[in-house]
């Protein structure tokens, strides 16, 4: 149900894509045991959402501050990898559901980047 109080953010392709990943992880980690219930299913939830949390956060910024966010949520981005290499070895989630992950990292983390190359030049040009 879209909301009848639309906020700008809410238009970026990278942001969309960023809140289904919070979505698919929140869901992933309720596979792994009540012993990571505080500990890796947490910070894989907290950076998965961080990543979407931060591109709202820096979009009505300036175009450093907005530059800034996005490099956070690449950083969590990167975070999220590692915790999904982490819930792999533990044996919490299989090779497959660890690659696909890894897939919608590195789309969202292309996404990004992009997104930030396309603020520095806008500032390049004007």
Do not use: W
């Not at 939830?45 to 800034?68: C, H, M, T």
């Amino acid at each position: 149900m879209k909301s009848k109080y639309h906020f700008k953010f809410e238009d970026l392709n990278v942001y969309q894509k960023a809140m289904d990943f919070g979505e698919l992880t929140n869901i992933l980690v309720m596979k792994f045991t009540q012993h990571e219930l505080y500990a890796l299913s947490s910070q894989f939830r907290r950076a998965a959402d961080s990543i979407a949390l931060n591109v709202a956060e820096g979009y009505p910024g300036s175009d450093l501050q907005f530059i800034k966010h996005i490099n956070y949520s690449i950083y969590s981005s990167n975070e999220c990898v590692s915790c999904s290499t982490k819930a792999r070895r533990r044996d919490y989630i299989s090779v497959e559901e660890d690659e696909e992950n890894r897939k919608y990292l590195s789309e969202l983390t292309k996404m990004l980047s992009s997104l930030r190359n396309k603020i520095k030049e806008r500032n390049t040009i004007t």
